[in-house]
Nanobody
Framework: HVQLVESGGGSVQAGGSLRLSCAFS????????MTWWRQAPGNEREGVVGIDPDGSLTYATSVKGRFTISKDNAKNLLTLQMDSLKLEDTNTYYCAAVALHPSWYRAGRSSCLVGLQSRSFAYWGQGTQVTVS
């Protein structure tokens, strides 16, 4: 069965860096949209960055230029490198995945992070806390 397990959260001073990892298993990642989301208590879950099955990347404006996503298919690992962290980056971070048939993209959609809401993602990790002070 599909599993996503995040790690790497913690506390850091503003301007610092953290690297989050998401170990995935139970599926072939090349057929899935894989994403990072974040959520603070009382707030909506926010899409941070996504990798489409073809390798295309989409970043939220709030993190563009500071966060970098990468995927190692050999290690079944999704990584989020977070640099120049700001106070507002304090959140619980989740990795999430959903299988997307190629026909989803024929409708003119190019990014699963933009085209899907969080409730469309079938698989979620348990979350890891990031605190910036």
């Amino acid at each position: 069965h599909v599993q996503l397990v995040e790690s790497g959260g913690g506390s850091v001073q503003a301007g610092g860096s953290l690297r989050l990892s998401c170990a995935f298993s139970g599926y072939t990642s090349s057929e899935y949209c894989m994403t990072w989301w974040r959520q603070a208590p009382g707030n909506e879950r926010e899409g941070v960055v996504g990798i489409d099955p073809d390798g295309s990347l989409t970043y939220a404006t709030s993190v563009k230029g500071r966060f970098t996503i990468s995927k190692d298919n050999a290690k079944n690992l999704l990584t989020l490198q977070m640099d120049s962290l700001k106070l507002e980056d304090t959140n619980t971070y989740y990795c999430a995945a959903v299988a997307l048939h190629p026909s989803w993209y024929r409708a003119g959609r190019s990014s699963c992070l933009v085209g899907l809401q969080s409730r469309s993602f079938a698989y979620w990790g348990q979350g890891t806390q990031v605190t910036v002070s």
